[in-house]
C-alpha cells in the first residue's frame, strides 16, 4: 500500500522529458550515499520544474513518502501560516507583539513586531545558546506561560540591528497567532496549512504529543507533502488552481526581510568552512534568502539534513529528504545546485531548449 501511495503521489507530476540525464547528480549521491543515509537508512531526492520531474531517486528504506522529522525546515511551513493570517487581515507584520501578549510591554521588548519574529531579527538569542532547546515543545508548562517565560530573558541585540538564527522569536509569533484568531496553533496548521494543499503526511508533533507545538522546529513531513508546498509558493500562490496566498504574500515571504541587519548568528556562520559561501544568507520569512554569484536560491534546511528549495533564477524545485545532519548534507546540496544548475543551462543553449528564468 505504501509503494503504491508513493507512486500515486509522484504521478501527480509529470515525467520528465528524456533530455534531462542529470547523470552527475546523481553520481554525486549515490557516492555521498551513506552521508545522506545518516541514522535514517536512506534518502530521496526529487527536483521539479513547471510540474515535470527532472529528478527523482531513493535508497534505503525511504521513499517520497516516508515521515520524517524536518527540525528548521518548519520554519517555512510556519512562515505560509503566517502569511496566509497576514492575507486575510487577522495580522499584520507589523503588528507589535505587546499589543496581544502583556509580558512584552518592556522597555526593550515593547517594539518587536511579528516581521522580526519571522525574519530573526527580534533580538533574541540564536541557537548558540541553548536557551530555546529547553523551552519548545514543553509538556511541564502552557503556551502562554512559556511565552512569559520567554518575555524575560534578555535580548542579545536591539529589535530589528541583528540577525541571530534560532526559535524563541518564532515562538512568541505563534502565540501571537492564537491570540489574534483564537484558535490553537495546531488547529490554524491543519486549516491554513495541511488542508488546502491536500498534505497527506504532514502534522505538528504537539498536536499527537499533547506538548505546546514547537513553531520553529515541530513538523514532522514527507518529500512529496513538501513539494505542494514548495510548487505552491513557485506558482505565486496559486495550487491546482486555487488561490492559497496572494502574489504580495510570496513575495514578501521569499525576499529579503532583515533589512541592514548585521549577522550575529546562523548556521552559514557557524559552518563557514564547510558551506563555502562568499557571503552571508539573508532571511525571509520563514526561509533563506541565498543570492550569492549565480546562485538565486530560498530554502529552509533542518537539523537532520531535510533541504527544500525553490531555485528562482532556474525555475525549478527540489526536496532532498533525509535523516542525517545538517553540516554532513549541505555540502552535497551545494555541489548538487551546481551541477544541476549546469544541465539546466546547457539544455538552455540547445535549440529549443527550456530556456532560463531570470
Known sequence: MRAALAVFT?????????????????????????????????WTTILVKDGTILYRHS??????????????????????????????GALSLNDKVSR???????????????????????????????????????????????VDEIAQMPLVAKP?????????????????????TGRSWNDLFDEKVVKPLGLERTWCLGKKTGGV????????????????????????GLYKGKRILSERAVNILLSDQTGTATIGYSPFTKYKRTLNTPTDPRYGIG???????HVDVNTSPGAFGFTPWIDRRHGY????????????????????LRLVDEELEAKSKMPGGPGIVK
Open 10 to 42: 509522484l504521478l501527480l507530476f509529470f515525467e520528465a522529458p528524456a533530455q534531462y540525464r542529470f547523470a552527475s547528480l546523481d553520481s554525486l549521491l549515490r557516492k555521498n550515499n551513506a552521508t545522506l543515509s545518516g541514522t535514517g537508512g536512506g
Open 59 to 88: 535508497e534505503g528504506n525511504f521513499n517520497a513518502d516516508k515521515p520524517v522529522s524536518i527540525a528548521s525546515a518548519s520554519k517555512w511551513y510556519a512562515g505560509v501560516l503566517i502569511m496566509r493570517l497576514v492575507d486575510e
Open 100 to 146: 496581544y501578549i502583556p509580558s512584552f510591554n518592556t522597555p526593550e521588548k515593547k517594539e518587536i513586531t511579528l516581521k522580526q519574529c519571522f525574519a530573526l531579527t527580534s533580538g533574541f538569542a540564536g541557537s548558540s545558546e541553548p536557551l530555546d532547546e529547553a523551552m519548545e515543545g514543553s509538556r511541564k508548562q502552557t503556551y502562554a506561560a512559556m
Open 160 to 180: 530589528g540591528a541583528q540577525v541571530n538564527y534560532g526559535g524563541l522569536a518564532m515562538q512568541v509569533a505563534g502565540r501571537v497567532a492564537e491570540i489574534a
Open 213 to 236: 507545538p514547537r513553531i520553529a522546529g515541530g513538523v514532522v513531513s514527507t518529500a512529496s507533502d513538501y513539494l505542494k508546498l514548495l510548487e505552491m509558493l513557485s506558482q505565486k
Open 287 to 293: 526561509n533563506w534568502v541565498i543570492q550569492i554569484e
Open 317 to 336: 524545485y527540489g526536496v532532498i529528504a533525509v535523516r542525517s545532519a545538517f553540516p554532513k548534507v549541505m555540502p552535497v546540496f551545494w555541489e548538487a
